[in-house]
């Protein structure tokens, strides 16, 4: 069974760095795809960006500018790490393990499980 | 506002069917796969659906989709209040490899 759990700071300054991390346990991060995602209060999910290949990312081109992902193999882990936020930054972030298959050709497949349980940033002063 | 659209909500009564649509575009559902999600009160959204009408293991066959053109449909038959949640849908855009999420509908089951 496959467990994502995210951590970090549930609170952080505007223009300052948001960090989060997600421990995986039941499976390599250095395998599959893994992406984070986040959903303001009473909005629908949106995508931020996934790790693959032991490194390789791709981003959301509205977030492109101030995302960075990355993968520590040997806790198992990925993170994010978000840029100058703001108070549209404030949501509910998860990570998930991708079942995709972007780089195939049409039709692709593109889905999320499992999810983490979701930690909630809120940017403020 | 979401690049995938979704009725902001429906209702039903217990035991009866229920359908959801989302539509989308030809560069997204219309060449790709659709997932969809239930997400409970407080809790992460949960895949029901993938590549269309799959179902994981462990979803119930009351829970059913398809996909005609560009445009998905989730159907719930056997309505139990234990099925009032939000659900979205989802899927590829290929032009940018972004996944991409519905606004969500609340189903509520009077």
């Known amino acids: 069974q496959v467990v994502l759990q995210e951590s970090g700071p549930g609170l952080v300054k505007p223009s300052e760095t948001l960090s989060l991390t997600c421990t995986v346990s039941?499976?390599?991060?250095?395998?599959?795809?893994w992406s984070w995602i986040r959903q303001p209060a009473g909005k629908g999910p949106e995508w931020i960006g996934r790790?693959?290949?032991?490194?390789?990312?791709t981003y959301n081109p509205s977030l492109k500018s101030r995302v960075t992902l990355s993968t520590d193999t040997s806790k198992n882990q990925f993170s994010l790490k978000l840029s100058s936020v703001t108070a549209a930054d404030t949501a509910v972030y998860y990570c998930?393990?991708?079942?995709?298959?972007?780089?195939?050709?049409?039709?692709?497949?593109?889905?999320?499980?499992?999810w983490g349980q979701g930690i909630l940033v809120t940017v403020s002063s | 506002q979401s690049v995938l659209t979704q009725p902001p909500s429906v209702s039903a009564a217990p035991g009866q069917k229920v359908t959801i649509s989302c539509s989308g575009s030809?560069?997204?559902?219309?060449?790709?796969?659709v997932s969809w999600y239930q997400q409970l009160p407080g809790a992460a959204p949960k895949v029901l659906i993938y590549?269309?009408?799959k179902r994981p293991s462990g979803i119930p066959d009351r829970f059913s989709g398809s996909k005609s053109g560009t445009s998905g449909t989730l159907g719930i038959t056997g309505l139990q209040t234990g099925d009032e949640a939000v659900y979205y849908c989802?899927?590829?855009?290929?032009?940018?490899?972004?996944?991409?999420f519905g606004g969500g509908t609340k189903l509520t089951v009077l």
């Open positions: 989802a899927t590829l855009d290929s032009s940018l490899t972004v996944a991409l």
């Open positions: 790790m693959y290949t032991s490194g390789k990312t």
């Open positions: 590549d269309n009408d």
């Open positions: 998930a393990r991708e079942w995709t298959s972007i780089f195939g050709v049409a039709p692709r497949t593109d889905w999320f499980d499992p």
């Open positions: 039941g499976a390599p991060v250095s395998s599959y795809y």
């Open positions: 030809s560069s997204n559902i219309g060449i790709n796969y």
